[in-house]
């Protein structure tokens, strides 16, 4: 069998970081010594190449233009390797996993995210682990030729996840990540054991790398005071709204609240429902405080994560400036971000 070949793409992040024996500050390292820092690469049989970005990005700086990047990164190395292993940050890696998974659609080839909480230099640091299975998965096979796994996912600790459906759940634990609406595509133990059933992707690769930011995030909670977030509400400026909501979509009756959603969306606004808690589903109209929701027009954004609803919406704007088309690409399943 033809040796798989891997391209690494690293963006920043802890990961990437060595001690600088002279300063003792965290400093980004070449990769092109990859093989020193993790010898045991060579045993797994596969081709490597490395791109690193110019300049190391900070998780906490990732935006659209980056995911730009290495969208085009993969789409301009999509024929010539069998899969792909970005590096990254963990605070906002579940971000880029999600909009990777609209940008890349049609993937008949892994995109696998990983990253660590210590430096990859550091005795006992989960970076090299990650590193190595997310190659080892990046590279897997079926009996077919195909691969095992078709779509952009991170890996960590153990679990391999559905990018769109994974949150960060901890700052310092190396399990960081939960994907709590879907169960994992992978757990690494002696074995890589993978979900059986995994979608086989026989749709046309498609790179989509328009998106629109125009969209704020609120947050209810008790005491939430509407006219405090007043000028969200201003569609010149917000094209979408996105609302964090009380367990299956709720929030408490309040006439300027209910006034503002209600004239925001008469505007030509749109507002997504999606809930604040770990797990469920938003149902609008299951109960009456929600049934104001349903009634003016807000589309339910089912069981997607933060993370998917707001890179989703960036989506939606960007390729669309269709009003109803726009509505139409939040309510269905695009990537697997949705359970329908």
């Known amino acids: 069998m033809q040796q798989p070949k891997v391209l690494i793409i690293y963006t920043g992040g802890t990961i990437g970081m060595v001690n600088d024996p002279n300063s003792g500050t965290l400093t980004a390292f070449n990769f092109d010594h990859l093989y020193q820092q993790i010898p045991e690469i060579k045993r797994l049989n596969v081709y490597l190449e490395t791109i690193s970005f110019e300049k190391p990005v900070d998780s906490s700086e990732m935006n659209p233009i980056y995911w730009k990047q290495i969208a085009e990164i993969i789409s301009e190395h999509y024929t010539s390797n069998d899969g792909f292993v970005i590096l990254h940050g963990s605070d906002t890696m579940a971000y880029t996993a999600s909009a990777l998974s609209f940008m ?100 046309t690769f498609q790179l989509f790398t328009e998106l629109d930011n125009r969209v704020a995030l609120l947050k209810i909670f008790p005491g939430f005071n509407a006219s405090v977030y007043q000028s969200l509400f201003d569609i010149s400026k917000i094209k979408g709204i996105i609302l964090e909501t009380f367990g299956a979509g709720n929030a408490p009756t309040d006439k300027a609240f209910d006034d503002l959603i209600e004239k925001y969306i008469a505007d030509g606004g749109i507002v997504l429902n999606i809930t604040q808690c770990n797990s469920g589903s938003v149902e609008q109209g299951l109960y009456e405080t929600s049934s104001f929701f349903q009634k003016v027009g807000v589309i339910g954004g089912g069981d997607m994560t933060t993370e998917a609803a707001v890179c989703k919406f960036m989506y939606a704007l960007g390729n669309s400036s269709n009003l109803e088309e726009v509505k139409k690409i939040l309510a269905k399943n695009i990537s697997g971000e949705l359970t329908i």
């Open 104 to 203: 890349l659609q049609g993937l008949s080839k892994p995109v696998i995210l990983t990253g660590s909480q210590l430096p990859i230099d550091e005795i006992r640091t989960d970076g090299r682990e990650n590193v190595l299975t997310s190659i080892e998965i990046a590279a897997a096979k079926n009996s077919d030729g195909s691969s095992k796994i078709q779509e952009v996912a991170i890996y960590f600790e153990n679990n391999l996840f559905r990018g769109n459906r994974t949150t960060k759940i901890s700052a310092n634990a190396f399990e960081a990540f939960s994907s709590p609406n879907f169960p994992p595509l992978a757990t690494a133990g002696i074995h890589i054991n993978y979900q059986l059933g995994l979608i086989s992707n026989t749709d």
